[in-house]
């Protein structure tokens, strides 16, 4: 719960979130506004790039992709972080591979 307190909370759909997700475990004043919003009035959240960010995604699939293909263009723009590449391997499960951006 420490990361949530000192986080930048948005979640997908806030009523829901509040039920659902892990905003059920702070106050509604502690989360951040909604992804709606953010995607209407980005700068609503530029005082927390620096900072530790949290989406409560508790919805559609769709806003989940939408959100991680956001960030992967952000990240590849800053040039920071790694790419993990999951593949289908006929011994195993599953198998993954991380490429550096």
């Known amino acids: 719960m420490p990361v949530l307190k000192s986080a930048f909370v948005t979640p997908d759909h806030l009523a829901q979130a509040l039920r659902e997700g892990e905003c059920q475990q702070l106050e509604e004043g502690d989360v951040g506004p909604d992804l709606m919003t953010l995607c209407a ?8 790039r ?5 989406f409560d995604s508790t919805g559609f699939g769709l806003e989940d992709h939408v959100a991680l293909d956001v ?31």
């Open 50 to 54: 620096d900072g530790v960010t949290v």
């Open 71 to 101: 960030l992967l263009e952000l990240a590849e723009e800053a040039g920071i972080g790694a790419r993990l590449v999951a593949r289908q391997d006929s011994r195993y499960r599953s198998t993954a591979r991380i490429r550096r951006l």
């Open 41 to 48: 009035a980005p700068e609503a959240a530029a005082r927390h």
